[in-house]
């Protein structure tokens, strides 16, 4: 088909209309917010950097060495969001531009993280992680989708004000189930969960 030139009967198609058609069911016990931020996997981590720093005007919040992220990490924001894109180097040179490390969306309330893990539970879907990672100390699940993506489900992203503090290293709480991460907030999270049944 030339350029420029639209598929009107490709779009009146049954596959396209089967495909638009498609909603979530009603009863969720979750509801994805947005879209909170993306990994991305890079070949030369300072270069990558300076480009979303000084070229698109992203401002760094935290950066791990090699020894806490193989190839290192380095955490940036647009906004008051701790981060809304991350990058890890140590991608192979024949895979730019197709490395995402993961893709996370957030939730409004702790309760709705611990609902989606049940969920995910129940369909099957195999967990990677749940609790809180460090830099940015969200509360978060973990998992695959079918192309064998890693996606997170999370809450309680630290946020940034005007002045540019981050939280400090010391203060971060990694804890390596959701149930840890409710009992050992860090300073100012407050992990309050309103349905205690959810809580096993």
Avoid at 33 to 49: A, E, M, W
Avoid at 80 to 94: F, I, W
Avoid at 134 to 143: D, P, T
């Amino acid at each position: 088909m030339p350029r420029g030139v639209i598929d009107l009967e490709g779009l009146k198609s049954t596959a396209v209309k089967e495909l638009s058609q498609t909603t979530p069911p009603a009863g969720l016990p979750f509801d994805i917010k947005k879209l909170g931020h993306v990994v991305l996997k890079v070949r030369d981590l300072k270069r990558s950097v300076d480009f979303y720093t000084r070229v698109l005007g992203f401002r760094v919040s935290d950066v791990y060495p090699e020894s806490m992220m193989k190839g290192g990490m380095v955490f940036l924001r647009v906004n008051t969001d701790h981060h809304c894109l991350a990058l890890v180097g140590g991608a192979e040179s024949d895979s730019a531009g197709r490395e995402v490390h993961h893709v996370a969306f957030e939730v409004a309330t702790l309760d709705e993280v611990l609902r989606a893990r049940e969920h995910l539970r129940k369909h099957r879907v195999k967990i990677e992680f749940d609790g809180r990672r460090r830099a940015g100390c969200q509360v978060a699940v973990e998992f695959r989708d079918p192309d064998n993506h890693v996606v997170e489900i999370y809450w309680g992203l630290d946020q940034v004000g005007s002045d540019g503090r981050v939280r400090p290293p010391e203060e971060w709480r990694e804890e390596l189930s959701l149930e840890e991460a409710i009992a050992n907030p860090p300073p100012g999270q407050h992990t309050t969960v309103h349905d205690k049944s959810l809580l096993k």
